[in-house]
C-alpha cells in the first residue's frame, strides 16, 4: 500500500489557517485553493492525482505558500506530488506530455533537436569544451536561450559581457542537457533523476569548477537540488555584479532609459538574490531606475513558472498576473521592464500585447540592457 | 515490356485523377518499350466511364457486377487477381490511395508478387523496371527494382504524374471473372461526410498555413494576425488538427480539404505529399520553414529560409508598410 | 480482447540534416533521437483504451535491432503485458512484406483477437505491412482507421479516405487494423514506468524459432532491392528570398503587393 498523502507530505501539523492560499498568486485567478488541497491529503478525502484536481497544474511553484505557512508544512510539494501520481498513470495533458518526452529523447523540453542546440551560437565564436577538457567556468546556456528565439539574445547578450570583461569560459555544446528544474517541477521525478545523473556526470567528467547560468531556474535547481559536490553556482546577474565592483566589466555606452525590475520567482523569492541585479542595474549609465510597490519579496509571479511555460490555467479568470505585472511598469512610466529570467521575458512580453501595451513598454533582459551599454 | 496494367479508381460514378495520371504514365513506358496499356475497370454500371478510358487504354478491361459498387479490398482484391494471374502484365500500377493500400499489399502476398509502393517515378531500364520513392517524409529519393518476376506491382503517389489528352483508341472488353457475394467478415457499411464548420477554407482566395512548425496552440495568434492582414483564413496540416489546435476541417492535404486558393502560404510545413497533393494547385505558393531542405521548397513558387518566429512577425510590419 | 500491437522504432528526422551513408543505401542514424513510429503510438494507445474497457492482454511487438527494446519497454510502462522482439540477423534489409512475414510467424503461438499496427512508418513509408499481414494470416483488415468500435466477435472501423471522407465497415475478429494519427489521445510512460518495465523479461524470436527459412525473409526474401538513395533536388521551382528576416520579408510584401495581395 503506498503511502498516504498525509504521511509523505507531513500534512498533520497544518492549523488550516489559510495563509498559504492568501499568498498564492495563483489563487486570485484560478479555482486552485492551496489550503483546501492540503486540507483533503490531510484528511484523506479528495483526489490523489492531479489528473482529477486540474488546478493543481496551475500551481507556478512560486514557493509563496510554504514560504508563509506557520507551520513549516510544505503545500507546493504537495501539489508537485499530485502531479507526480497523474504522470505516473499517464493521464496529463498532451503539451506537458511532448514536453517530458522531448526532454527524454533530445534533453530539452522545447522538441527540437540537439544538434541545434548551438544554433544561437552559429555566428559567433563561442568556446566549445572538447571531450574530456577541463571547464573551470562553465556557461551554462539552458534549453531556452538555446533554442528560443527571443531568449537567445540573452545567451548572445552575455557572450558579448563576458568577452568585454575577459572572462574565460566555456560551454558544453550540444552535450548540454535540461537541468531539470521545470521537469521536477512538472513532478517527473524519474526524469529529474535522470537529468540530474546525466549532468553530474558530464560535469565531473569536465572537471566543472563554477557554473554561470542564462536562467535563475537552471541556477536554482544545480544549486539547490542536485547534491553534494556540485560545482559553485551562481546566476549571471551575480556574476555581472562582482565583475562590476572588481572593476573588470566598464560600461563605456550609455541606456537613457527609466527601467523598472521585476523578480524572477527562481532568483528572489527561491534563492534571495534581490540585490545584485540592481547593483549592475544602477550602474549602467544613463538608466534611471525606480522599483515597483509589488517587488522583492513581494513580488508578483508572472505566471511562467513549474511547467506553466508549456500549460494554460484552468478555468482562468480576472487577467493574467503577467498582465498586471507589466500594467503596474506602464503605470510607473518606465520605457523598460527588465527581468533576468527568460521565462519572465516570454510570458511579459506576450502581456504587452495581450494587454494592449506594445508602444508603451519593452520587456528585455537584464543581460541584454547590460550588453546595450558596451 | 508486354502489358502494363491499369486499375481504374473511381467514387461517387467518377474516375479519380489518379487514373488518368497512371494511364498517362503507362502510355510513355509502353510507347518507350512497344507494350501495350490496359485499363482494369471494376463497378456496377461503369460502362460510361470505361468509353471514357478508351482514349487513354489499348484495351479497357470491364468487370460489370452488383457487388462491386463500392470498393471493398475483399471483393475487388480476387477479381483483380484473377485478372492478373491469366494475363501476365510486366507491370501492374494501383494509385497510393486510401483505397490502394489497403489492396495492394494483399493483391501482392496473394499472387506472390514484389510490390514497390508510393511510387514518384517508374522508369524502364533496358526492360527492367525500376522506382522511385521518398522515405523520411520526403527528404530522401530511393531507388528500389524488383528481384526477378514476372510481374511488378507498384502503388503510384497521387499527382506524381500530369494528366495529358489522351490519344489511344482502345477497344472494351467485357471480362466474366466471378464476383464473390461481399463477405460476412467484411461489410461496408456507409461513407461519411466530414462536416463543415463555419470557415470554409475551400472558398478563401488567401489562406494561411501552418504547421507542427508553429510549435504551440498559442502561437496560432501570430498566423491569425498575417492572415488577417492578406484577408485570408488559417488553414494547417495534419498534425495541427490531431494536436486539436485547429478543427479538422482546415486541414489541408490529402485526408482534408484540397484548396486551390491564389495565395497559399506555407508556414512551418516541412510539404510531405500528403499535404502538397492537397495544395499544389495553387496559383502562388509562398513557403517559410527553417529547413532549407524541406520538401514544401520544391512545390513553391516564393520561399523564405528561417525561423517562422522572426520572419512572420516582420512580414507582418513590412505588409503593413507595404500598404501605407 | 487480446490484442498484438506491432511497433517500429524510427529515427526523428523532420529537423535533422540527414546524409547518406556511404554505399549509398542508408542513412548516416547516428546522432538521429530514436522514437516509436507515430502511428504506432496511437495504435498502442487505442489497444490500452479497448482493454480498458473489455479486459483482455496486449503483446507489443517489434521486429528490430536490440535498441528498438525501449520502444517496448515503454510501451510496457503504458500497460503491455507481453513484449516480444522479432531479432534475427536473416531479417534485415527486408522490404515490407519480408517485414511482414517474420512478423507473422511470430503471431503464430499467440493468442489475439485484434492486431494492431501503424498505418505508416514515418520512416521507409511503405504503408504496406499491416495489410500485408493480414493476408499472410488470412484474416481481415483495414487501415488508415481513425475509428474504431469494438462489438461483439466484429468490430466497426471508420477509415479516411481523401477528402475527409470517411468509409464505414464492420470487420470481423480475428483482423488486422492499421491505425491513423489522431484517433485517440496518446498517454505518458513515465521514467521510473520505463524503468520498472525494463525489469521484465523481451521474449526473443529469431528465424530458427518460428521455423522461418532464412531465405524467405531478410533482404533474399525481398521482392524488392534497394538500390541507391538520393536527395531530391531542393527548391527547384522556389525562389528564395535571401536577407535578413526584415529584407526577406520586405522583398516578399513586395511580391505580394504587386500580385495584389496587399
Ligand atoms: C538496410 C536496409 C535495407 C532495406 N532494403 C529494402 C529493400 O530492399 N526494399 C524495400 O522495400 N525496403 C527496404 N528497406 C526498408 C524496409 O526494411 C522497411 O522497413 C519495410 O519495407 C517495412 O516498411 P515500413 O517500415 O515502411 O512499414 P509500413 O508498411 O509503412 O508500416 C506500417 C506499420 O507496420 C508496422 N511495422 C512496420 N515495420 C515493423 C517492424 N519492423 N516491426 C513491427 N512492426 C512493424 C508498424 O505498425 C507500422 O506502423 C530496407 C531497410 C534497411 C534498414
Ligand atoms: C494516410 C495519411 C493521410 C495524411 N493526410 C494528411 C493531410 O491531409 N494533410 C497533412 O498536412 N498531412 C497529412 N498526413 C500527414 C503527413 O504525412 C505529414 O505527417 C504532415 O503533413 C506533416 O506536417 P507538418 O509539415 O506540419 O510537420 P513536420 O513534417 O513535422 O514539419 C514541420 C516543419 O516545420 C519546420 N519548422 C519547425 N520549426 C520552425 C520554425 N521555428 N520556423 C520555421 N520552420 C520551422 C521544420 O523545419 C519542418 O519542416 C497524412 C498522413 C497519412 C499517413
Ligand atoms: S499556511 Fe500552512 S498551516 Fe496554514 S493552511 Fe496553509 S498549509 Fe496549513
Ligand atoms: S507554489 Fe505559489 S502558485 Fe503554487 S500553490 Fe504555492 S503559492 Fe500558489
Same mark, same amino acid.
Given at each position: 500500500?503506498?503511502?498516504?498523502?498525509?504521511?509523505?507530505?507531513?500534512?498533520?501539523?497544518?492549523?488550516?489557517?489559510?495563509?498559504?492560499?492568501?499568498?498564492?498568486?495563483?489563487?486570485?485567478?484560478?479555482?486552485?485553493?492551496?489550503?483546501?488541497?492540503?486540507?483533503?491529503?490531510?484528511?484523506?478525502?479528495?483526489?490523489?492525482?492531479?489528473?482529477?484536481?486540474?488546478?493543481?497544474?496551475?500551481?507556478?511553484?512560486?514557493?509563496?505558500?510554504?514560504?508563509?505557512?506557520?507551520?513549516?508544512v510544505k503545500p507546493m510539494e504537495l501539489i508537485i506530488g499530485l502531479r507526480s501520481a497523474a504522470i505516473e498513470k499517464g493521464r496529463i495533458e498532451p503539451t506537458i506530455r511532448d514536453a517530458l518526452e522531448s526532454t527524454f529523447?533530445?534533453?530539452?523540453?522545447?522538441?527540437?533537436?540537439?544538434?541545434?542546440?548551438?544554433?544561437? %551560437?552559429?555566428? !559567433?565564436?563561442?568556446?566549445? +569544451? /572538447?571531450? $574530456?577538457?577541463?571547464?573551470?567556468? #562553465?556557461?551554462?546556456?539552458?534549453?531556452?536561450?538555446?533554442?528560443?528565439?527571443?531568449?537567445?539574445?540573452? %545567451?548572445?547578450? !552575455?557572450?558579448?559581457?563576458? +568577452? /568585454?570583461? $575577459?572572462?574565460?569560459?566555456?560551454? #558544453?555544446?550540444?552535450?548540454?542537457?535540461?537541468?531539470?528544474?521545470?521537469?521536477?517541477?512538472?513532478?517527473?521525478?524519474?526524469?529529474?533523476?535522470?537529468?540530474?545523473?546525466?549532468?553530474?556526470?558530464?560535469?565531473?567528467?569536465?572537471?566543472?569548477?563554477?557554473?554561470v547560468t542564462a536562467s535563475p531556474h537552471c541556477m536554482n535547481t544545480f544549486k539547490n537540488e542536485y547534491g553534494e559536490p556540485t560545482p559553485d553556482v551562481v546566476h549571471y546577474s551575480q556574476l555581472l555584479a562582482s565583475l562590476l565592483e572588481a572593476g573588470k566589466l566598464t560600461f563605456k555606452g550609455k541606456v537613457e532609459k527609466k527601467v523598472t525590475f521585476h523578480d524572477a520567482c527562481f532568483l528572489g523569492k527561491h534563492n534571495g538574490i534581490y540585490d545584485e541585479p540592481r547593483e549592475v542595474l544602477e550602474q549602467i549609465p544613463g538608466v534611471t531606475f525606480e522599483e515597483m510597490d509589488r517587488s522583492r519579496e513581494r513580488a508578483l509571479c508572472c505566471e511562467g513558472g513549474g511547467g506553466r511555460m508549456w500549460l494554460e490555467a484552468t478555468e482562468e479568470r480576472g487577467e493574467r498576473l503577467a498582465e498586471t505585472r507589466v500594467k503596474d511598469a506602464v503605470e510607473l512610466g518606465a520605457d523598460y521592464l527588465v527581468t533576468a529570467c527568460p521565462f519572465c521575458l516570454m510570458t511579459l512580453e506576450d502581456a504587452v500585447k495581450t494587454s494592449g501595451n506594445e508602444g508603451k513598454i519593452e520587456i528585455i533582459d537584464l543581460a541584454e540592457l547590460a550588453a546595450m551599454a558596451l | 515490356m508486354n502489358e502494363i496494367l491499369v486499375l481504374a479508381e473511381h467514387r461517387g460514378g467518377e474516375l479519380r485523377d489518379v487514373t488518368?495520371?497512371?494511364?498517362?504514365?503507362?502510355?510513355?513506358?509502353?510507347?518507350?518499350?512497344?507494350?501495350?496499356?490496359?485499363?482494369?475497370?471494376?463497378?456496377?454500371?461503369?460502362?460510361?466511364?470505361?468509353?471514357?478510358?478508351?482514349?487513354?487504354a489499348d484495351e479497357v478491361l470491364v468487370v460489370d457486377h452488383g457487388n462491386l459498387t463500392d470498393f471493398n479490398s475483399a471483393v475487388y482484391q480476387p477479381v483483380i487477381a484473377e485478372v492478373v494471374k491469366s494475363r501476365e502484365p510486366s507491370l501492374v500500377m494501383v494509385g497510393h490511395t486510401a483505397f490502394g493500400v489497403d489492396l495492394a499489399p494483399s493483391l501482392a502476398v496473394a499472387l506472390g508478387l514484389p510490390l514497390a509502393s508510393d511510387c514518384i517515378d517508374v522508369v524502364l531500364d533496358g526492360g527492367a523496371v525500376s522506382v522511385t520513392r521518398q522515405i523520411y517524409g520526403g527528404k530522401v529519393d530511393a531507388r528500389l527494382s524488383f528481384r526477378d518476376s514476372a510481374t511488378a506491382l507498384v502503388t503510384v503517389r497521387a499527382a506524381a504524374f500530369p494528366v495529358e489528352d489522351g490519344a489511344r483508341s482502345g477497344s472494351v472488353t467485357e471480362l466474366d471473372t466471378p464476383v464473390s457475394d461481399e463477405p460476412a467478415f467484411r461489410r461496408f457499411v456507409q461513407y461519411v461526410e466530414a462536416a463543415i464548420g463555419d470557415v470554409d477554407i475551400t472558398k478563401s482566395d488567401v489562406i494561411i498555413a501552418v504547421g507542427r512548425g508553429i510549435k504551440e496552440e498559442e502561437n496560432l495568434a501570430l498566423v491569425e494576425e498575417l492572415a488577417g492582414l492578406l484577408g485570408g483564413v488559417v488553414g494547417c496540416s495534419r498534425p495541427v488538427v490531431d494536436a486539436g489546435w485547429l478543427p479538422k476541417d482546415?486541414?489541408?492535404?490529402?485526408?482534408?480539404?484540397?484548396?486551390?486558393?491564389?495565395?497559399?502560404?506555407?508556414?512551418?510545413?516541412?510539404?510531405?505529399?500528403?499535404?502538397?497533393?492537397?495544395?499544389?494547385?495553387?496559383?502562388?505558393?509562398?513557403?517559410?520553414?527553417?529547413?532549407?531542405?524541406?520538401?514544401?521548397?520544391?512545390?513553391?513558387?516564393y520561399g523564405i529560409v528561417g525561423d517562422l518566429f522572426k520572419i512572420v512577425p516582420a512580414l507582418k510590419e513590412k505588409i503593413a508598410e507595404a500598404r501605407a | 480482447m487480446n490484442?498484438?500491437?506491432?511497433?517500429?522504432?524510427?529515427?526523428?528526422?523532420?529537423?535533422?540534416?540527414?546524409?547518406?551513408?556511404?554505399?549509398?543505401?542508408g542513412i548516416v542514424e547516428e546522432g538521429l533521437a530514436l522514437q516509436i513510429n507515430e502511428s504506432d503510438n496511437y495504435a498502442l494507445e487505442e489497444a490500452l483504451l479497448i482493454t480498458e474497457e473489455h479486459d483482455g492482454d496486449i503483446t507489443i511487438m517489434t521486429l528490430g535491432h536490440e535498441s528498438s527494446e525501449e520502444v517496448l519497454r515503454m510501451s510496457m510502462a503504458k500497460g503491455a503485458g507481453t513484449a516480444v522482439r522479432v531479432a534475427d540477423p536473416a531479417f534485415d534489409g527486408g522490404d515490407a512484406i519480408a517485414t511482414a512475414t517474420a512478423l507473422a510467424a511470430a503471431l503464430k503461438d499467440v493468442e489475439y483477437d485484434l492486431v494492431l499496427t501503424g498505418?505508416?512508418?514515418?520512416?521507409?513509408?511503405?504503408?504496406?505491412?499491416?495489410?500485408?499481414?493480414?493476408?499472410?494470416?488470412?484474416?481481415?483488415?483495414?487501415?488508415?482507421?481513425?475509428?474504431?468500435?469494438?462489438?461483439?466477435?466484429?468490430?466497426?472501423?471508420?477509415?479516411?479516405?481523401?477528402?475527409?471522407?470517411?468509409?464505414?465497415?464492420?470487420?470481423?475478429?480475428?483482423?488486422?487494423?492499421?491505425?491513423?494519427?489522431?484517433?485517440?489521445?496518446?498517454?505518458?510512460?513515465?521514467?521510473?514506468?520505463?524503468?520498472?518495465?525494463?525489469?521484465?523479461?523481451?521474449?526473443?524470436?529469431?528465424?530458427?524459432?518460428?521455423?522461418?527459412?532464412?531465405?524467405?525473409?531478410?533482404?533474399?526474401?525481398?521482392?524488392?532491392?534497394?538500390?541507391?538513395?538520393?536527395?531530391?533536388?531542393?527548391?527547384?521551382?522556389?525562389?528564395?528570398?535571401?536577407?535578413?528576416?526584415?529584407?526577406?520579408?520586405?522583398?516578399?510584401?513586395?511580391?505580394?503587393?504587386?500580385?495584389?495581395?496587399?
Open positions: 500500500m503506498a503511502v498516504s498523502l498525509q504521511e509523505k507530505y507531513e500534512l498533520l501539523g497544518c492549523i488550516q489557517c489559510g495563509r498559504c492560499t492568501a499568498g498564492c498568486p495563483v489563487s486570485m485567478r484560478t479555482y486552485l485553493n492551496v489550503r483546501r488541497v492540503v486540507y483533503d491529503g490531510m484528511t484523506g478525502v479528495g483526489p490523489t492525482d492531479a489528473k482529477g484536481r486540474p488546478e493543481a497544474w496551475n500551481c507556478t511553484t512560486c514557493s509563496n505558500c510554504t514560504e508563509r505557512c506557520p507551520k513549516g529523447k533530445h534533453g530539452n523540453p522545447w522538441g527540437r533537436i540537439r544538434d541545434k542546440r548551438t544554433e544561437w %551560437a552559429d555566428e !559567433l565564436s563561442v568556446p566549445v +569544451a /572538447a571531450e $574530456g577538457e577541463a571547464v573551470p567556468f #562553465l556557461f551554462y546556456v539552458g534549453c531556452t536561450p538555446a533554442y528560443d528565439p527571443r531568449a537567445q539574445s540573452i %545567451a548572445k547578450a !552575455l557572450v558579448a559581457l563576458f +568577452a /568585454a570583461a $575577459g572572462v574565460e569560459y566555456s560551454t #558544453l555544446g550540444t552535450d548540454e542537457s535540461c537541468c531539470g528544474n521545470e521537469i521536477r517541477r512538472m513532478g517527473e521525478d524519474g526524469l529529474f533523476e535522470m537529468l540530474v545523473e546525466g549532468n553530474r556526470e558530464l560535469f565531473g567528467g569536465h572537471e566543472v569548477g563554477t557554473i | 488518368f495520371e497512371m494511364l498517362g504514365k503507362a502510355g510513355a513506358l509502353a510507347g518507350a518499350s512497344g507494350g501495350a496499356v490496359t485499363a482494369l475497370l471494376l463497378g456496377a454500371g461503369v460502362r460510361d466511364m470505361a468509353s471514357r478510358l478508351t482514349s487513354y482546415r486541414q489541408v492535404g490529402s485526408s482534408g480539404k484540397t484548396v486551390k486558393p491564389k495565395l497559399y502560404v506555407a508556414i512551418g510545413i516541412s510539404g510531405q505529399f500528403q499535404h502538397m497533393s492537397g495544395m499544389k494547385a495553387a496559383e502562388t505558393i509562398v513557403a517559410i520553414n527553417k529547413d532549407p531542405k524541406a520538401p514544401i521548397f520544391s512545390e513553391a513558387d | 490484442i498484438v500491437v506491432c511497433v517500429k522504432q524510427v529515427p526523428e528526422t523532420a529537423e535533422a540534416d540527414l546524409k547518406i551513408a556511404a554505399g549509398g543505401k498505418c505508416m512508418a514515418s520512416d521507409d513509408g511503405a504503408t504496406q505491412v499491416g495489410v500485408a499481414l493480414a493476408e499472410l494470416l488470412d484474416i481481415p483488415h483495414a487501415t488508415y482507421v481513425t475509428e474504431v468500435e469494438v462489438g461483439s466477435g466484429e468490430v466497426t472501423v471508420g477509415r479516411e479516405l481523401e477528402g475527409g471522407l470517411i468509409e464505414k465497415l464492420t470487420i470481423k475478429l480475428p483482423c488486422v487494423l492499421g491505425i491513423q494519427t489522431g484517433i485517440n489521445e496518446p498517454r505518458y510512460a513515465s521514467i521510473m514506468g520505463i524503468a520498472r518495465a525494463s525489469k521484465r523479461e523481451i521474449e526473443l524470436k529469431s528465424a530458427g524459432d518460428m521455423g522461418l527459412d532464412a531465405s524467405s525473409v531478410g533482404a533474399a526474401g525481398s521482392g524488392t532491392v534497394l538500390e541507391e538513395l538520393t536527395f531530391p533536388p531542393v527548391g527547384e521551382g522556389a525562389d528564395i528570398l535571401e536577407g535578413t528576416p526584415s529584407e526577406a520579408s520586405g522583398k516578399l510584401a513586395d511580391i505580394l503587393k504587386e500580385k495584389g495581395f496587399v
